[in-house]
């Protein structure tokens, strides 16, 4: 199949998406207000806590069994592997821009959370659809995508709210904490030993402390054991993850949706023609079809506040957009080569297509939810997505286009 061609396949579903989002960018416009920010608050709620669950615990249901968890065994730790490198790049970003302390959780949220939700679930049945798609006949194609795209919205919502979450979190009190307390703090928790050594609470590396008393317990506090060293940085760590933002309702959902579609005897009861409980299934994948237009009516109603302009540095905007667009699909192929070479990875050039995909999403929609919880960085947040999601419009469609060309 020609490039050509190829690139009209990928340019389709990128179309449906700038389509949808201006509608959802028109709705909130302050001259209409059916989008405004309590209408997108309350739909924002109905989608994350029905229209989501719906969706993946419907999809998965019906297509994976048992078999295919083996296949799909993979999709996490691609997912995770999207995460390390783009914080890994985002922490280089950071260096290089010196980014203000306000805004380096953001970078970093920015960088390691792509959209793995509402843009898989519309780009890749809609890549199926197409009569000319390189995946093979549309019908297969389709019935594949759902679960694939549900799995990514899934599994990428528990790694947002906990991995994610927590590093914005952390960024978020270091921040309050430096604004709160300024090099002419009325207290000074240091005291000055001899050798001329400044020595705080808890000893540098770097001071010289030949000159401290040796006492029974310091002698003692040196000999403790590796458990006992590494249990307060689990507690520190496990303390800064929020419970209820990783299993969340999609989360919980997928859950179910793998033990219906797993489990023969729950299977054969809710799943198919014949199942005594099918209205069940049905009714949920009525509430799940939902969820994509009213997900990217959502899209374009958040972006709407990057319109109104920032103060976020330029290039600190550009690094982001070189980081998800460039950086990442780049790791991303060959990520996922390797693993198809060394066996990881079945010859299902669709599962690998998503696995790709991942890696090119622009930043997810929750990086600005997060930033409302911690009351930092809203307006930069807003205009990163905004010129982020601009710019992925094309690099999303060139980027699919070559992966559909190094798959076919």
């Known amino acids: 199949?020609?490039?050509?061609?190829?690139?009209?396949?990928?340019?389709?579903?990128?179309?449906?998406?700038?389509?949808?989002?201006?509608?959802?960018?028109?709705?909130?416009?302050?001259?209409?207000?059916?989008?405004?920010?309590?209408?997108?608050?309350?739909?924002?709620?109905?989608?994350?806590?029905?229209?989501?669950?719906?969706?993946?615990?419907?999809?998965?249901?019906?297509?994976?069994?048992?078999?295919?968890?083996?296949?799909?065994?993979?999709?996490?730790?691609?997912?995770?592997?999207?995460?390390?490198?783009?914080?890994?790049?985002?922490?280089?970003?950071?260096?290089?821009?010196?980014?203000?302390?306000?805004?380096?959780?953001?970078?970093?949220?920015?960088?390691?959370?792509?959209?793995?939700?509402?843009?898989?679930?519309?780009?890749?049945?809609?890549?199926?659809?197409?009569?000319?798609?390189?995946?093979?006949?549309?019908?297969?194609?389709?019935t594949n995508a759902k679960p694939y795209a549900s799995l990514s919205l899934s599994i990428g919502a528990i790694f947002i709210w906990s991995y994610v979450y927590g590093i914005m979190r952390m960024y978020a009190n270091k921040s309050n904490e430096s604004s709160t307390t300024g090099i002419n703090s009325p207290i000074d928790t240091s005291e000055t030993v001899p050798g001329g050594c400044t020595q705080a609470v808890l000893p540098s590396s770097n001071c010289n402390t030949s000159y401290l008393p040796r006492t029974i317990s310091g002698e003692r506090s040196t000999k403790m054991s590796g458990l006992k060293k590494i249990m307060p940085r689990v507690k520190m760590i496990s303390g800064k993850i929020d419970l209820k933002k990783v299993f969340a309702p999609t989360a919980v959902a997928a859950i179910v949706g793998f033990i219906i579609g797993a489990v023969s005897p729950i299977r054969k009861l809710m799943i198919?023609?014949?199942?005594?409980?099918?209205?069940?299934?049905?009714?949920?994948?009525i509430l799940g079809e939902a969820t994509?237009?009213?997900?990217?009516?959502?899209?374009?109603?958040?972006?709407?506040?990057?319109?109104?302009?920032?103060?976020?540095?330029?290039?600190?905007?550009?690094?982001?957009?070189?980081?998800?667009?460039?950086?990442?699909?780049?790791?991303?192929?060959?990520?996922?080569?390797?693993?198809?070479?060394?066996?990881?990875?079945?010859?299902?050039?669709?599962?690998?297509?998503?696995?790709?995909?991942?890696?090119?999403?622009?930043?997810?929609?929750?990086?600005?939810t997060m930033t409302q919880f911690f009351q930092l960085g809203q307006g930069e947040t807003s205009m990163i997505m905004l010129w982020t999601y601009v710019i992925a419009a094309v690099t999303l469609t060139l980027w699919s286009t070559l992966f559909m060309w190094l798959l076919a």
Not at 274 to 283: G, Y
């Open 1 to 142: 199949m020609g490039f050509l061609n190829l690139l009209i396949v990928a340019v389709m579903p990128v179309l449906k998406i700038i389509l949808i989002t201006a509608i959802g960018l028109l709705l909130a416009l302050d001259r209409l207000k059916l989008l405004g920010p309590e209408a997108n608050h309350h739909m924002n709620n109905i989608v994350f806590y029905v229209f989501s669950p719906a969706l993946a615990a419907s999809s998965l249901a019906e297509t994976v069994t048992f078999k295919s968890l083996t296949t799909l065994w993979f999709m996490p730790v691609n997912l995770l592997l999207t995460f390390v490198l783009g914080s890994a790049l985002a922490w280089l970003l950071i260096k290089i821009t010196r980014t203000p302390k306000h805004l380096q959780g953001i970078v970093i949220g920015c960088c390691s959370a792509g959209n793995l939700g509402n843009l898989p679930l519309i780009m890749v049945p809609a890549v199926c659809e197409e009569p000319s798609n390189p995946f093979g006949d549309p019908s297969v194609c389709s």
């Open 292 to 368: 994509i237009p009213c997900m990217t009516l959502i899209m374009g109603a958040n972006l709407l506040i990057g319109l109104k302009g920032s103060d976020v540095s330029r290039t600190v905007i550009i690094g982001i957009i070189a980081v998800r667009n460039i950086f990442l699909p780049l790791s991303g192929i060959g990520v996922v080569k390797a693993a198809h070479h060394f066996g990881l990875v079945g010859s299902d050039s669709l599962y690998q297509f998503v696995l790709m995909l991942q890696y090119a999403v622009p930043p997810a929609m929750a990086i600005g």
């Open 272 to 285: 198919g023609k014949s199942a005594p409980l099918r209205v069940i299934d049905s009714s949920a994948y």
